[in-house]
């Protein structure tokens, strides 16, 4: 049974950083592809990023690129997203998502429907 627990959201002034994390436990992490998403109130969840198993394939939404990073560590079983230069924009639940283990050390999909397993997300707030 795979299972992903997300932490690190909280409450961060506009202009602040904030970084969460992702611990994956069952499956196969080192050969999965990872992507974080986000939801606001109101609005349909939308893709953040995403990171192959290698980490050479690296992915963003516009909006936030140059702003937040991914990254994982295989050997924790983690994988990071740092978010800095934080608008009020970028408030949402921030959700953990893991596709299937797979062979293409290049693939780090960017849609929802790519994705096999969830976390519960964590709340991150920006005030202005």
Do not use: H
């Not at 990171?51 to 560590?73: A, E, L, N, P």
């Not at 959700?95 to 096999?116: H, I, K, L, Q, V």
């Amino acid at each position: 049974q795979v299972q992903l627990v997300e932490s690190g959201g909280g409450l961060v002034q506009a202009g602040g950083s904030l970084r969460v994390s992702c611990v994956v436990s069952g499956g196969t992490f080192s050969r999965s592809p990872m992507g974080w998403f986000r939801q606001a109130p109101g609005k349909e969840r939308e893709f953040v990023a995403a990171i192959s198993w290698s980490g050479g394939s690296r992915y963003y939404t516009d909006s936030v690129k140059g702003r937040f990073t991914i990254s994982r560590d295989n050997a924790k079983n983690t994988v990071y997203l740092q978010m800095n230069s934080l608008k009020p924009e970028d408030t949402a639940v921030y959700y953990c998502a893991g596709d299937r283990m797979t062979f293409n050390s290049r693939a780090a999909p960017t849609t929802e429907g790519a994705y096999e397993y969830w976390g519960q997300g964590t709340q991150v707030t920006v005030s202005s």
